[in-house]
């Protein structure tokens, strides 16, 4: 018995400390290893086994076939696995896997606005002058190549981008006799009209911000800007002063969803209950693809039951957030980024690769998938439905987050959900920006804080 | 082993014996502590050096750290935040580890004076939500407690109190705490329900029997034998608990993306979480985690030296 208990004594005490080391120093960082590809005396890429990360499931998985078929047949003797890596936790595999030569993957799709991040810390490798003008040069998406670029050199290249516009119910909006909205001002009231009880006129959780921005940029407003070397966040000026404001104003007048809520499924909100009655939403702002959850049930030829994809267009249908003034307001530019580990121990391999993603064929086939193409030149692929001509126009009036070296660490941190969230709860917007613009202005220097 | 030496060192015979120390012992315990000093001392190391250098993302990618003393320790102190994550993370731990420990006492003693069939019932429904994955644990009470379509909400609002239609748990701190605390509590009671009931089959009848010839009442038997003689047990399973409470991390995260105030919410791991991997911010997640092993060691040492000394008595 005793014994027993010196022993589970041990045992504990160093449970103890075992368990209160939790959070793990990063690791000792390695000198960067030596990356140049061994060639073999014919000037052949030496095989080697390829890694690519994808994020999340927006690459669709005929797609990843036909990259891993192509790759795999043009480089004799190597093998590319694709691993797809959720977007919640990418920042943190990318901290910690991209140092670690051992570890790495060799191709890495990211986040646009975490490419500024990582592109200024030194995770990726240069791509040349020469390599970019045959990826397709001066054609692919400008604003995200400036994303991956430090200085004039480039580094992460667009992958695919995504714009959000409107989802809402036609049949709603008519029968309470309201008009798409031409102004920001005007869809608005239209939203705040449409609210009841049981149904958001427009569903927004307090914590979207990447939504939520799509008001400041409206408004002429910036999130931050560069003064000199520095970042500064901008909240304070009064352009996002009044598009936050404006903002707040949406959200306590028209949805019902609570403050605290993000990344809601939001186009679960536009379809009909199973038990009938009003929609929990008349209308939602969400990316492209949220048609396919959208719409009357239908069976597909598996039999199985799904959504239609909005067939009924006197139901369900689609606008562009308008502008301020009207046209077209600048939403977020959502979208990835590619680019190849600088501790890749296969950069020729992982350059071949990007010549697949970035070939007329690859670059087609994300155009009819409805990701929007990195080279600009396909997207008149896209334009061939009202889904795909809104998307390429919202795009081209999307505007993206700061690209600041520590951006990543704000949205790691969540502290735009928080401000966001703050403001829904009805908070003084010019207090919170104040008080926010000390917290993010260290934090986008890439300075701890 | 040592005891044994200590205790017959009187003698002139054996205190000869004792000159020659036989090497085995500490042979022995070298695999012991080469494992802890691997396992524990080199991240320990690296912990404490990481704390002392400005060491953020640029770092990670090879840049060569500068060394500034004190600076994130001062830093980091000077922060309330900090106070406020660190005084609900002592809060939620000790409430939790003492209404789990009281939960698990209650059910031991309670497994102890039920019936076989009762007994095993209770035992299997018990090992089932031990063996429930934490992830799978957390969305069950997510849902539960969901604002739109939570039956939490719908038994409230079927039960007259249409106040609580729409209700959002995880909105407030206070209910989000408490709803963590239901996820925590549900997860750890079957283990101190077990080990303190298998503490309670370890009592003798014969040492029952005595007493209840002496003429002792049931209750008096309950407080004044049977818990005396777990009490080693409960200590133990107390100290896990309070050192499981303080590391909790995953509920609280998981229970964050269901929607919750972030920072508000956050306890001593999702913090140091957020700081270094969230915000790329190494060095002061360093330290504040050699801060949470401190504390853990203040919180814990108590016990530690009452095992200790129990078993030296």
Known sequence: MKRTRLVAATAASTITLAMALTACASDDTEAPADSEETTSESGEVEPGDLTLWVAGGDTPDELREYLVDTFEAENEGSTLTIEEQDWGDLVTKLTTSLPDAENTPDVVELGNTQAPTFTNAGAFREISPELYEELGGDNLLQSFVEAGSVDGTVYALPYYFGSRYMFYRADIWSDAGIEVPTTLAEFGDAVTELRTDDMSGFALGGQDWRNGISWVFANGGELAVKEGEEWVSTLSDENTIAGLEQWQDVYEGASNVPATERDVAYWDFLNDKAEGGAPDAATIMAPGWARWSIGDLTENDEGEEVRDGMADDSKFDIFALPGVDGGVAPVFAGGSNMAVSAQSQHPELSENLLRIIYSDEYQTMLAENGLGPANTEFNSIMETDKFGEITVETAENSKLTPAAPGWAAVEGASVYEELFQKIAEGGDVTELAAEYDETITPMLNGQAG | ?313
Not at chain 2, 16 to 43: D, E, N, S
Not at chain 2, 47 to 61: D, K, N, P, R, W
Not at chain 2, 246 to 275: H, K, M, S, W
């Open chain 2, 1 to 313: 082993m040592t005891q044994a030496i200590g205790t017959t060192a009187g003698s002139d015979g054996i205190a000869i014996r004792r000159r020659r120390r036989p090497a085995t012992p500490y042979v022995l315990l070298i695999p012991a502590v080469a494992a802890l000093l691997i396992g524990l001392g080199y991240p320990v190391y690296w912990q404490i050096v990481t704390s002392l250098q400005e060491f953020g993302l640029m770092q990670q990618f090879g840049a060569p750290p500068t060394f500034v003393g004190l600076d994130n320790y001062a830093r980091i102190f000077t922060d309330a935040e900090v106070w406020s994550v660190v005084a609900k993370s002592i809060a939620f731990c000790l409430v939790n580890a003492l209404l789990t420990v009281g939960i698990g006492l209650g059910l031991a003693v309670l497994m102890r004076a039920v019936s076989g069939w009762v007994r095993i019932t209770m035992q299997i429904t018990l090992l089932l939500a031990w063996a429930t994955p934490l992830v799978a644990a957390v969305t069950v009470f997510r849902w539960l407690f969901d604002y739109r379509t939570g039956v939490v909400n719908w038994i409230f609002v079927q039960s007259g109190f249409e106040s609580f239609d729409g209700y959002n748990w995880l909105g407030n701190v206070w209910t989000f705490f408490m709803v963590a605390s239901f996820i925590v509590i549900w997860m750890s009671v079957p283990f101190v329900a077990l080990s303190i009931y298998a503490g309670l089959t370890q009592v003798s009848e014969e040492v029952l029997e005595a007493a209840r010839i002496d003429g002792a009442g049931s209750r008096q038997i309950l407080w004044r034998i049977i818990m005396p003689l777990v009490r080693p047990v409960i200590a133990i399973v107390l100290l896990l608990q309070i050192i499981w409470d303080l590391r909790v991390f995953a509920q609280i995260r998981l229970l964050q993306d269901a929607g919750a105030p972030i920072a508000e919410t956050n306890l001593l791991g999702n913090y140091i979480y957020e700081l270094g991997v969230g915000s790329q911010d190494f060095a002061g997640a360093a330290a504040v985690s050699l801060f949470v092993l401190v504390l853990t060691m203040v919180l814990s040492g108590p016990y530690v030296r009452y095992l200790m000394k129990e078993d030296a008595a």
